[in-house]
C-alpha cells in the first residue's frame, strides 16, 4: 500500500509571493499522481495529474508539479499566488497496477494574505 | 452538465439506526469510488466500484456496505452506524483517464 506525505499543513503567504507545497510518496512503482484542490465547504476538484511523459505538469491557473522518480515526489508550486487560491491542497497517488486504489495525503491549507 | 450528486447533505441521526447516503453521476462512468475525509487525516478510501455488481474494498471499509445495481448509482450504506463514523463523506466518479469528479460532500454525525 502507498502512503503519501504532505508536511506542511499550513502554509501562510503574501499575495504574489511563491508557494511550495509538498508531496512525497512511498513506493517507486509505477504511479499516477494527482493534486486536487478544495475550496472552502466545497467537495474537491481535480488541480492537475501526471500519467506519463513530461514530468512538468501545469493547470490552467498557473500552478505546476514536478514528478521526480528519484525523490518520490510531486511537489505543487506557483510562481505568484493571489488570495483566490486559498484552499486546502490534496496530493494523491494510485498505482499502475491498480489505479482505482486512490491514496490521500493529509492535506495542506494555503492561506494567501493580502 | 456533468455532475455528480449526493444525498442528504447533512445528517444527523442516532447509534444503530441504519442509514444510506445515495450518490448519483451522469457521466456514464463504470469507476465510482467512497470517501471519507477527516480532519488531518486527508480522504480515505471506503469502497469502490469498477462496474455494475464489482465493488472492493478500500482502506476502511468497517462498518460500511456498497451496492452497485446500476451504474449511474453507488449508495453507501451504514447498517448500524456509531460515533466513530462522524465524519465528511464523498463520492467520486472516475473517468477513463483516472480523473476523479467529487460530489459536493455529506456530513454525518451519529450521536
Known amino acids: 500500500a502507498q502512503s503519501v506525505t504532505q508536511l506542511d499543513s499550513q502554509v501562510p503567504v503574501f499575495e504574489e509571493a511563491p508557494v511550495e507545497l509538498r508531496c512525497n510518496y512511498s513506493?517507486?512503482?509505477?504511479?499516477?499522481l494527482f493534486w486536487y484542490v478544495q475550496y472552502p465547504n466545497q467537495g474537491l476538484q481535480l488541480l492537475l495529474k501526471?500519467?506519463?511523459?513530461?514530468?512538468l505538469v501545469e493547470s490552467i491557473n498557473g500552478f505546476e508539479a514536478e514528478f521526480n522518480k528519484s525523490q518520490t515526489s510531486f511537489h505543487l508550486r506557483k510562481p505568484s499566488v493571489h488570495i483566490s487560491d486559498t484552499a486546502e491542497y490534496f496530493c494523491?497517488?494510485?498505482?499502475?497496477?491498480?489505479?482505482?486504489?486512490?491514496?490521500f495525503g493529509s492535506g495542506t491549507k494555503l492561506n494567501v494574505k493580502p | 452538465e456533468a455532475q455528480v450528486t449526493q444525498n442528504p447533505r447533512y445528517l444527523i441521526t442516532v447509534t444503530g439506526k441504519k442509514l444510506t447516503v445515495t450518490c448519483s453521476q451522469n457521466?456514464?462512468?463504470?469507476?465510482m469510488s467512497w470517501y471519507r475525509q477527516d480532519p488531518g487525516l486527508g480522504l480515505r478510501q471506503i469502497y469502490y466500484?469498477?462496474?455494475?455488481?464489482?465493488?472492493d474494498k478500500g482502506d476502511v471499509p468497517e462498518g460500511y456496505k456498497v451496492s452497485r445495481k446500476e451504474k449511474r448509482n453507488f449508495p453507501l450504506i451504514l447498517e448500524s452506524p456509531s460515533p466513530n463514523q462522524t465524519s465528511l463523506y464523498f463520492c467520486?466518479?472516475?473517468?477513463?483517464?483516472?480523473?476523479?469528479?467529487f460530489g459536493p460532500g455529506t456530513r454525518l454525525t451519529v450521536l
Open positions: 494523491a497517488v494510485s498505482d499502475r497496477g491498480n489505479f482505482n486504489k486512490f491514496y
Open positions: 513506493s517507486s512503482v509505477s504511479v499516477y
Open positions: 501526471y500519467l506519463s511523459g513530461s514530468t
Open positions: 457521466m456514464n462512468h463504470e469507476y
Open positions: 466500484s469498477m462496474n455494475v455488481e464489482v465493488t
Open positions: 467520486a466518479s472516475i473517468n477513463p483517464w483516472n480523473e476523479q469528479f
